[in-house]
């Protein structure tokens, strides 16, 4: 008999703070954290992760924990983990660790996520100059369906994924990230620090200076929030630091390609069942430098095969002509909001606040995509809405029908009990 | 008995220069430009094509027709159709006309398509920093799938769309275009002209001095390239000017999200069979204006049922980061342009020069995604491959396989006359 | 420059008699009828076909011809082809052809169908006992979708497909098909003759005497009525005779799994696009002789990539317990009509009449599963209606809807003019 | 705040024996069997399930334990759960209860299961004729895949699904259900008996003496085998007595259609969450009775939408001819028969032992259809295998490759202790 289900190696405890774990966690990139764990090539093996905030956005049916949010402190990211072979020889640089997903969930017991913006000078979103507060919405869980009371009528199936899962930057890759990110990011982010947890010793202070925050997506993976990183699916990450040191957070229940709301997931406390291969050798047969160095590479992955099945989208263009009227060269960004506006435009004409689609689209398993990419001046940008998420609300296709069956209005705040789908 | 199949309303003769068809085509839009026919809502109709080219780019296994590539003329639209409804009464600006692409393809005896890239002087591409001379790729369609002598070991079903489908502007709407364009637009671009058929009266300098190019999708549809716009799909388009003035061409065999290469999908000459519908006032009832005006609209569409099924995908990650390593805030453009160069170096390694695959990324059926939009300062874009398409290259996924087994090289610009994919 | 396009190698003149056509049809199986036409090994060709009753069932609202219709005389089948490879040798015994459906579809000019029933007195149907008369239905094509005056609210995408494609029986297979079949067929079908144009000669007598019959599908593929055989699909037929023979006929539009109503898909003229391969000696290398001789061999198949996609079902289950109250054991022909039966009361509830219902469901994309074949005594059979084929017909699922909103009936025979779904 | 999460209704304790469960099981259907415990419509609640031979068939690598299984007491199920509405009042007879399956899965800490053959003479299997001694195959889980040491080369997700799910069938159905099974059950099977903890008084006496067996599916649901009735199916169940008494259990990681080997899933403990409603009335408002009674109904369901996603099909075809040669009359179980002996001689060549692809073929995901049922005198079954289940095994499709890359053998009872694909 061959031994079976997953050990479990990095354990959370959602009655404690992030910071009283028993594996600390961290909220930063940085080659010195050091691993609380080892996985073999091989064996199964299952990570727990708190929710990005770290429990400071509650059940609660208001949008107040939203909008104290400290973005300082979110991403407590589950990890690092050592990855060894079978005869115990650790990753080493240069070599590329496939992750496969396996399996991942929510915690037993914690069934419920929240999707929420923040407010326009505390992080904001890819809309803040549309929707400037913060707003919530609670999102309960049966099974692989999730529905929330401040957004009715609505019930889909997830594509659950880590928003996070990536591997320890070299000091020299660290530094390159610190360098050329200095100009562009944000006050508010930039003045980020590390949690309390890694405060005290010298190294730690070292460590908190100089990592790296997690929110963008870079070459070691990280926060690239791709939604269909799912079930299956298996990712090639290159390898900066001896054992590969692998960290992961940021479970999202599901998410809409973008994540606009920013806060913008299905954000839940969650589990991953993993299983890794070490390619030795691997990140230069298989990645190719995109920049000034080796280091400049990117992860390579490929979709799990039981993604929920939608056959009717509804998609909504936008091109590079801002909101002004301004026109600007093949600017994705700049398309990509315009077919979002539009959607959001479209849905409320069915009964809901503005607030609750852009909720919705943030986290629901709609598809954004780059049409076109050439046919200048105009960037080209879809949003593709699979129909079937909505449960009662008659939202297209194949007739146009007629906007005025379904109320309801949030404005992102307001506590409203009645859940309108549970009796379906 | 009902009466069936479709009504030839636009005809086209592929022996014929664009500017010798019997119902003149038109490659700039404009108000002015008079209907060539008439539909009738729920009649089938059937509407032909000639390529993107107008012939120009021939089926010689040479890259000198794309080199010498005269972009001002490019897009011979069939149309304006008139759209009026049962009872002879035509769409009204501020009504919707969805029309229905029930079916689709190239011109019978027309079985071949093109896919080029433009010298970096003459138009360029999304990577023409990388790729700067025109190079060009021959596909021949067998029923459903296209295989190419330049590129072989691949062999595909084509998710079959017409680059451009739109209705005419109004004299406001086209104002407004002339004026946000004037700016951003390349002088290369600014320079062209209504190609020859329009010559001659006063009308025509007219129009020919006031039009607005065909490159760029907007508010009336146009240039969109969205690749999903097959069969069974519906468009919904906003109506300026009475009749509507419903202009489509530029038929793709297949276009990968972005169309990168610029002249970029498998180019082809076609035919639509369309079916149309006016929405009376639907502009203002399902539509809303993202901008100064009550015109600043985008079409919506739902994407139809036949698309060919692809189960396993690879799938490449870019960040904006561009390629100098210099930082781009949330520029979701930089990062699919760093996700297709990655893509490009992968598959590169499988034995094709990265000419090659350039040309194959953007004409297959690949997806091209706005991951993350959000998380500061990298937004995050994916590019996922069908992995399919390869009917003889082990392009994953599921092993990571060595990159040993295939060889073969193509400048973009060398004949090959073996047509390795024939055989199986 | 490669040749492309198919070479047209077998055509159908549809204002012909099927016995006056230039190329004979032939409607038994027999290994000395002549071959009318060659194909080479990776070239493409295209084959035409008139529809399965040769033109005796019309587009008349009424179901008069099917119910006098000559079953004696239907599948006329087009070819024989024979094969060779590149080289002029043409298949032999014992080897496979690969046969690739490239394309498909109804010939240009001739876009509608039939689905009929036949009277329970010549020929019957799955469900014979229950609705005994002949009845028909005419569907008329808008590119991708059908749609019928008889049985309004339903717009569907079909899976076309040849309902025969096969190859010729040497002598030994031929006796052994008329051994086995002598008993268990019966008598109004063991009368049938060959049609007309075969009379006259010795040879022709000999032939009409010997050969079998093309409704059964066989060792040689024939009439399986696989509605999966689409486009991009590929067939592996065992080679009995030199040149293999290929023969196809008994084009469908749309098919349901079983095709219950007997002349149940919709039946249509049409033509095919084929690519052959042979592979030598592949009959012994790749298939297994499941009776007592080398000959008792099934084909093989792969399904293409470009079916219709749907993605919300109804399903109907069945057990082998008959109508009467009777336990049949294990019987999944029995529980498949129990299937059936349930849908076809179910789906009558919403305003459909039985016979409607029964014509519906032998033509349109559904599927039909043995679900169960070991739990004694019962086997277990479902249906599976895909809900997108109803337009404006509420049914199911996600909801359990009041089967009250839509009423029409249509006994077979009525004349039935308007389209209710032209203005959809 | 809402309520979340789900409620344990039933559990069960691995360590103890069928008999030995705190809340008694039940292998037999009987109206008086009394409810184990309650659930109201709308809540989302959990049920566990020991595996279909209640421990008796166990991890170790011999087919002794199947060889000798006692099927006398198979499919120990968990309930009645008897079915009240929010203001308590229960499910009556001529209801409908709607059973959603929100969530599945194997029971945490037990990832792993088997599939067997029986002896011929201890309940044989649908080829047992060929299959004649017991086998066995274990399968362990690695979240949604499943492998197997004794059918290497092999890793697939499951469509996990109870294999039974069912309501108490009233005396009046008993009484039917046991007169018309009188005479086609065999011996063996009719002779079973309850099992142990349902003995002792004289009311267990009497159930023991007129219960029917859960080994067929029946008008109440019941062992119907239906492998899509996965994550998100909801299946319409009629109530034959007050409270519905839901009962389920025979959980199958996967199945294919038919489960031919007869124990012939994955079969494995695990739970369900559930969300029942009661459709008033439904009963006789959606279904129809199809015999002597308003009894003789058969249920309703509706697929879920995350099953995985499977792009390439071998298909094997099968016609109504036995193996001796003999002819069937449209039997669409011979029909079944002879394609997976097809399937299971092509898929023997690539290495395996025959008996390897009998187990596979019972549990893997293949779809068995039947394709022609009307076509006089042969029905055409046909069975779909996805290639991707292959991991390393080079089976179809798109080139015929040649069957030697592969070796491995298993006769169902060799001990075979390496993994072959845990390395992958």
């Given at each position: 008999?061959?031994?079976?289900?997953?050990?479990?190696?990095?354990?959370?405890?959602?009655?404690?703070?992030?910071?009283?774990?028993?594996?600390?966690?961290?909220?930063?990139?940085?080659?010195?954290?050091?691993?609380?764990?080892?996985?073999?090539?091989?064996?199964?093996?299952?990570?727990?992760?708190?929710?990005?905030?770290?429990?400071?956005?509650t059940q609660n049916y208001t949008a107040e924990d939203a909008k104290h949010a400290d973005l300082s402190a979110v991403h407590h990211l589950s990890g690092p983990i050592r990855i060894v072979d079978?005869?115990?020889?650790?990753?080493?640089?240069?070599?590329?660790?496939?992750?496969?997903?396996?399996?991942?969930?929510?915690?037993?017991?914690?069934?419920?996520?929240?999707?929420?913006?923040?407010?326009?000078?505390?992080?904001?979103?890819?809309?803040?100059?549309?929707?400037?507060?913060?707003?919530?919405?609670?999102?309960?869980?049966?099974?692989?369906?999730?529905?929330?009371?401040?957004?009715?009528?609505?019930?889909?199936?997830?594509?659950?994924?880590?928003?996070?899962?990536?591997?320890?930057?070299?000091?020299?890759?660290?530094?390159?990230?610190?360098?050329?990110?200095?100009?562009?990011?944000?006050?508010?982010?930039?003045?980020?620090?590390?949690?309390?947890?890694?405060?005290?010793?010298?190294?730690?202070?070292?460590?908190?200076?100089?990592?790296?925050?997690?929110?963008?997506?870079?070459?070691?993976?990280?926060?690239?929030?791709?939604?269909?990183?799912?079930?299956?699916?298996?990712?090639?990450?290159?390898?900066?630091?001896?054992?590969?040191?692998?960290?992961?957070?940021?479970?999202?229940?599901?998410?809409?390609?973008?994540?606009?709301?920013?806060?913008?997931?299905?954000?839940?406390?969650?589990?991953?069942?993993?299983?890794?291969?070490?390619?030795?050798?691997?990140?230069?047969?298989?990645?190719?430098?995109?920049?000034?160095?080796?280091?400049?590479?990117?992860?390579?992955?490929?979709?799990?095969?039981?993604?929920?099945?939608?056959?009717?989208?509804?998609?909504?263009?936008?091109?590079?002509?801002?909101?002004?009227?301004?026109?600007?060269?093949?600017?994705?960004?700049?398309?990509?909001?315009?077919?979002?506006?539009?959607?959001?435009?479209?849905?409320?004409?069915?009964?809901?606040?503005?607030?609750?689609?852009?909720?919705?689209?943030?986290?629901?398993?709609?598809?954004?995509?780059?049409?076109?990419?050439?046919?200048?001046?105009?960037?080209?940008?879809?949003?593709?809405?699979?129909?079937?998420?909505?449960?009662?609300?008659?939202?297209?296709?194949?007739?146009?029908?007629?906007?005025?069956?379904?109320k309801c209005t949030y404005d992102g705040n307001l506590p409203i009990t009645k859940n309108p789908s549970a009796s379906s």
């Amino acid at each position: 008999m061959a031994p079976y289900g997953s050990r479990l190696v990095v354990p959370v405890d959602l009655k404690k703070k992030p910071w009283e774990q028993e594996l600390p966690l961290h909220n930063r990139w940085h080659p010195e954290i050091p691993p609380v764990a080892e996985a073999t090539t091989g064996e199964l093996f299952r990570v727990e992760m708190i929710d990005a905030s770290g429990g400071a956005i509650t059940q609660n049916y208001t949008a107040e924990d939203a909008k104290h949010a400290d973005l300082s402190a979110v991403h407590h990211l589950s990890g690092p983990i050592r990855i060894v072979d079978n005869e115990g020889i650790p990753a080493h640089p240069g070599d590329l660790v496939a992750v496969e997903i396996c399996n991942l969930g929510p915690l037993p017991g914690d069934e419920w996520g929240y999707t929420a913006t923040f407010d326009r000078e505390n992080g904001g979103g890819f809309l803040t100059d549309h929707f400037p507060h913060a707003t919530k919405a609670i999102w309960y869980f049966e099974g692989i369906y999730a529905y929330s009371p401040q957004i009715p009528g609505v019930r889909f199936a997830g594509i659950t994924h880590p928003g996070v899962i990536g591997t320890a930057p070299s000091m020299e890759l660290l530094n390159i990230w610190n360098g050329r990110e200095r100009d562009v990011v944000e006050n508010g982010i930039q003045s980020l620090k590390l949690c309390e947890i890694e405060k005290g010793t010298d190294k730690w202070e070292k460590i908190a200076r100089e990592a790296a925050r997690t929110i963008p997506g870079r070459e070691n993976g990280g926060n690239c929030d791709i939604k269909n990183l799912s079930r299956g699916s298996k990712v090639y990450l290159p390898v900066f630091v001896e054992g590969a040191n692998l960290s992961t957070g940021d479970m999202h229940f599901s998410q809409g390609d973008g994540e606009v709301s920013f806060c913008g997931a299905i954000e839940m406390s969650g589990f991953l069942e993993l299983k890794c291969d070490i390619i030795r050798g691997g990140m230069k047969e298989y990645l190719t430098p995109m920049g000034p160095t080796p280091l400049h590479v990117n992860p390579i992955f490929e979709i799990g095969p039981v993604e929920p099945r939608f056959s009717e989208w509804l998609v909504f263009e936008g091109i590079s002509v801002d909101e002004s009227g301004k026109q600007h060269y093949l600017d994705a960004s700049v398309a990509y909001k315009r077919a979002v506006l539009n959607a959001i435009d479209y849905i409320s004409k069915f009964g809901y606040s503005k607030e609750q689609v852009y909720l919705l689209l943030s986290c629901c398993p709609c598809e954004g995509r780059i049409s076109g990419i050439v046919d200048a001046p105009n960037a080209c940008a879809t949003l593709a809405i699979p129909t079937a998420i909505f449960d009662q609300v008659p939202v297209g296709p194949r007739l146009v029908r007629k906007p005025d069956v379904f109320k309801c209005t949030y404005d992102g705040n307001l506590p409203i009990t009645k859940n309108p789908s549970a009796s379906s």
